[in-house]
T-cell receptor
Framework: DSGVTQTPKHLITATGQRVTLRCSPR?????VYWYQQSLDQGLQFLIQ???????AKGNILERFSAQQFPDLHSELNLSSLELGDSALYFC?????????????FGSGTRLTVV | SQKIEQNSEALNIQEGKTATLTCNYT??????LQWYRQDPGRGPVFLLL?????KEKRKERLKVTFDTTLKQSLFHITASQPADSATYLC???????????FGSGTRLQVQP
C-alpha cells in the first residue's frame, strides 16, 4: 500500500457519459498529480494541484476537469466520454510543490469506455 | 517541452547479469532525474533520484549515472533477479509545467 488511495479501481461506462475518479493523497502530501496511461502513449501528465490550487496543466482535454478539496483529496471529472478515453488514470502525490524527491503513485483507476 | 527517449525494445538478460537501461533527453538540462519501476497494471514506484551535480548514485543493487553533457542517464541493476522483471521509467521535471515528464519506459525481462 503506497498510501495514495484511488477509487474506483475499475470503471466501465458508455460513450457520452460522465465519470468522477477520486484520489486521496499520502498523509501530509500537499501536491496531487493526475496522469493518463494508455497502451500506445505512456504516462501523460494531465494536471497538478498544490494545497487546493491548480499549479500546472498538461495535455488535459477541455472535457476533463479536476479539483482538490480542503481535505486535500482530489477528483478528476471526465465528461462526454469517447472510446479513446479508455486508459489507466493514475494519481500521485508528493510532499513538496515540485515533487523533487519523488512521487508516490496510487494503484490507478482502469476506465473502459464502451 | 522536454522529450525523453528510452529504448522501446524489451531487454532480456540472464539472472545474475547486470542490466543497463538508457534514458536520453533533449532540450534543457534538468536539475534532477528520477527512475521508477512499474509492474503491469500497477502504479509506478519511485526508485532513485540523481541531481545534476551528482555523477553517480547507488542504492543496494541499483546504480544510476547522470551525464549532463551527453544528456543521458544510465540505470544499472547488478546481480539481476527474475523479480527485477518490470518496466523502468525515467522522469524529468518540465520547467514549463513544473511536473514530471515520463519516458515511455523499457521493459526488462530477467530469465532464470
Amino acid at each position: 500500500d503506497s498510501g495514495v488511495t484511488q477509487t474506483p479501481k475499475h470503471l466501465i461506462t458508455a460513450t457520452g457519459q460522465r465519470v468522477t475518479l477520486r484520489c486521496s493523497p499520502r498523509s501530509g502530501d500537499l501536491s496531487v498529480y493526475w496522469y493518463q496511461q494508455s497502451l500506445d502513449q505512456g504516462l501523460q501528465f494531465l494536471i497538478q494541484y498544490y494545497n487546493g490550487e491548480e499549479r500546472a496543466k498538461g495535455n488535459i482535454l477541455e472535457r476533463f476537469s479536476a479539483q482538490q478539496f480542503p481535505d486535500l483529496h482530489s477528483e478528476l471529472n471526465l465528461s462526454s466520454l469517447e472510446l479513446g478515453d479508455s486508459a489507466l488514470y493514475f494519481c500521485a502525490s508528493s510532499g513538496e510543490v515540485e515533487g523533487a524527491y519523488g512521487y508516490t503513485f496510487g494503484s490507478g483507476t482502469r476506465l473502459t469506455v464502451v | 517541452s522536454q522529450k525523453i527517449e528510452q529504448n522501446s525494445e524489451a531487454l532480456n538478460i540472464q539472472e545474475g547479469k547486470t542490466a543497463t537501461l538508457t534514458c536520453n533527453y533533449t532540450n534543457y538540462s534538468p536539475a534532477y532525474l528520477q527512475w521508477y519501476r512499474q509492474d503491469p497494471g500497477r502504479g509506478p514506484v519511485f526508485l532513485l533520484l540523481i541531481r545534476e551535480n551528482e555523477k553517480e548514485k547507488r542504492k543496494e543493487r541499483l546504480k544510476v549515472t547522470f551525464d549532463t553533457t551527453l544528456k543521458q542517464s544510465l540505470f544499472h541493476i547488478t546481480a539481476s533477479q527474475p523479480a527485477d522483471s518490470a518496466t523502468y521509467l525515467c522522469a524529468l521535471p518540465d520547467t514549463g509545467r513544473r511536473a514530471l515528464t515520463f519516458g515511455s519506459g523499457t521493459r526488462l525481462q530477467v530469465q532464470p
